[in-house]
């Protein structure tokens, strides 16, 4: 386990960083009135994660690798960082919509029918908990893939630059 220290120290900044995002959108009322805005605003934090990536690869490669890491190296420290994330998806989730905004959801189903986007049934199976905890789930893992390949790919060294 020693091996993936750094990938479990920024595992759980990345989850605090998404709990800190999940209380800013509250406190700026994009889970009560600009709750139809939520989603736009909520895929900035693309950028912030983007950043904690980089931030973390870079520690990796720093004091795991000696300042050499290879494109592959990288990669599995991405995807590492992504699987802890997953494991602590439904904990946050669960944080998130019990304590932080508890109300987000009958909130999101009332304006998903309301404004005749989805039935009431439809917003009720898309709109709680256990769908919420899939898409984190899902979403995490193929974005910190996806991430830590790009990343990974500009911190390896120039003469490896060519080759993966």
Do not use: C
Not at 18 to 41: N, P, S, V
């Amino acid at each position: 386990m020693k091996k993936f220290k750094i990938e479990f120290k920024w595992s759980i900044i990345i989850s605090f960083i998404y709990l800190a995002w999940m209380t800013l959108e509250k406190q700026l009322g994009f889970h009560d009135d600009k709750l139809k805005w939520q989603i736009l605003f909520n895929l900035l934090i693309v950028f912030p994660n983007f950043v904690l990536y980089y931030l973390a690869l870079i520690d990796k490669k720093k004091n795991y690798y000696n300042g050499i890491m290879n494109w592959r190296q990288g990669f599995i420290s991405g995807v590492v960082i992504s699987f802890i994330i997953v494991l602590l998806s439904p904990i946050i989730q669960f944080i998130t919509h019990e304590f932080i905004t508890p109300l987000f959801f009958e909130k999101m189903i009332s304006l998903s029918v309301e404004s005749k986007r989805m039935t009431l049934e439809q917003a009720q199976n898309y709109f709680n908990l256990t769908a919420y905890i899939w898409q984190s789930i899902s979403g995490g893992l193929s974005f910190g893939v996806v991430i830590g390949a790009i990343i990974a790919y500009f911190l390896k060294p120039k003469e490896l630059k060519n080759t993966l």
